[in-house]
């Protein structure tokens, strides 16, 4: 091994779960409702850096993060519409059905954004306090195409991140 080389460590969670979108001003069949069998790859870091890990030898135990995400998941995008907040056409059309579930979003849900908003606002927040961060969220809309978030910069940007995630949070917290 070279002299400068550090192994960095980090997990990969998958998870699954089903919704229903569309995309708002999509040129073609993604403008009308669907669903997709979702799946999310999690990558998380230790938030000190990539090298830490317990006395167990874990940066963080598995089913911590299956939990903390899936019950956000389950709570607010399975089974759910995802629609974006510009989208009112769409909004009134599922305000309509009894009973609904839907998630509203503040970009079109497509899967580069879900993999934004769970990277930047959710993972931060319901993986705060175990000690990760998560470092890249795929959000796997098919079995061939997946879109990809990832966290770049230092600690000051991941803080930076945070922040403005909580703020999101908040504004479109239901
Ligand atoms: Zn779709």
Redesign the pocket.
């Known amino acids: 091994m070279h002299d400068s080389a550090v192994t960095q460590l980090s997990l990969i969670r998958q998870l699954k779960f089903c919704a229903g ?3 708002y001003r999509h040129e073609s069949k ?1 403008a009308f409702f ?3 069998n979702y799946r999310v790859d999690i990558e998380v870091v230790a938030a000190g850096g990539g090298v830490e890990v317990d006395s167990v030898g874990r940066i963080v135990d598995f089913s911590l993060i299956k939990q903390r995400m899936l019950s956000w998941l389950d709570a607010n995008w399975d089974h759910a519409f995802l629609i974006f907040e510009e989208d009112s056409n769409a909004l009134a059309a599922i305000r309509m059905v009894e009973p609904t579930k839907y998630f509203v979003m503040p970009s079109n ?3 580069e954004n879900m993999a934004r908003y769970l990277l930047e606002v959710v993972a931060p927040g319901v993986l705060g306090n175990l000690g990760v961060v998560a470092r890249k969220v795929a959000v796997w ?1 098919t079995d061939e195409s997946c879109a990809v978030a990832t966290l770049t910069g230092d600690a000051g940007g991941v803080g930076l991140a945070l922040a403005a995630a909580v703020l999101i949070d908040d504004r479109y917290d239901r």
């Open positions: 979108h569309r995309l993604c669907h669903g997709h849900p497509t899967a809309e």
